[in-house]
């Protein structure tokens, strides 16, 4: 008989065993290794059905089991996301052989005995201003999240000096997502995972979706592509090279000081 305290910490040390042991899941290759993943700033650029939601809940779970009085935060662009994910986490919680006793469980937050929190928030900056000292930050489709709520989330792991993991199929070349995987910044490790990688999506299937859906849109939702819509009047690489700093500028406060 396996003694359960040797389990906590092979479970603690490894969270791929977590998963497999304790959450009765089957992690595909990429997943294992961002379970085994230690970096601080992670960015998970994933297909459509890769299996973001599910690395969420168990880093989330992981995290706030063998770390007391962890704080959590899951962003999703919007309420109907965040009820899923949590869901998801509840859901593995209850898949645990001795599920920690619960001091606080909501619709979208928990807090387990040992005073880890986890809260499960829609993309309002509103919403998440009076957070501190988080612990792990995981934005769930985050290039569908506004920027805004980025910038104010960013501030809350200054002290706790916590983990932020950026997760998301692509929406083009816009916003703090694309930005953060297109900056030359060595502080992010940088995962892409195509649906070819994932064995629960048949190439039958995949040929379909080129058919229906177009190259640009295809390539950008399941080969982790950041594609320009073929709506727009100009590219975006050529507007980038448009711009210079050498000429002055004709209005406002800089327009002052020449």
Same mark, same amino acid.
């Given at each position: 008989m396996r003694s359960a305290a040797r389990d906590d910490l092979r479970w603690a040390l490894d969270p791929v065993s #977590? @998963? =497999?042991? @304790?959450l009765r899941l089957e992690p595909d290759p990429w997943q294992e290794a961002v379970? /085994? *993943? *230690? @970096?601080q700033r992670l960015l998970l650029n994933c297909s459509r059905q890769a299996g973001k939601s599910t690395i969420a809940s168990v880093l989330a779970l992981h995290r706030a089991l063998f770390h007391a009085d962890s704080l959590v935060l899951l962003l999703s662009p919007s309420l109907r996301q965040s009820s899923e994910l949590f869901r998801k986490v509840l859901d593995r919680l209850a898949c645990l052989p001795n599920a920690?006793?619960? /001091?606080?469980d909501n619709r979208l937050s928990l807090t387990i005995a040992n005073g880890s929190r986890i809260v499960s928030l829609p993309s309002s900056e509103a919403t =998440?201003?009076? #957070? *501190?000292g988080v612990s792990l930050i995981i934005e769930d489709e985050a290039a569908f999240v506004p920027d805004e709520l980025y910038v104010a989330v960013r501030p809350m792991l200054a002290v706790s000096r916590g /983990?932020?993991?950026l997760m998301s199929t692509p929406n083009g070349r816009r916003g703090h997502f694309y930005c953060s995987w297109a900056s030359p910044d060595?502080?992010?490790e940088r995962v892409q995972i195509t649906a070819r990688e994932v064995p629960r999506i048949s190439p039958d299937f995949l040929e379909e979706e080129r058919r229906s859906l177009g190259e640009w849109r295809y390539r950008q939702e399941y080969e982790g592509v950041f594609a320009e819509g073929d709506d727009q009047l100009f590219r975006y690489d050529d507007v980038i090279a448009a711009l210079t700093s050498e000429v002055l500028p004709i209005f406002g406060e800089a327009a002052r000081h020449v």
């Open positions: #977590f @998963a =497999v042991d @304790a379970l /085994r *993943s *230690s @970096a920690p006793d619960r /001091r606080e =998440v201003r009076g #957070f *501190s /983990r932020l993991v060595e502080t992010w």
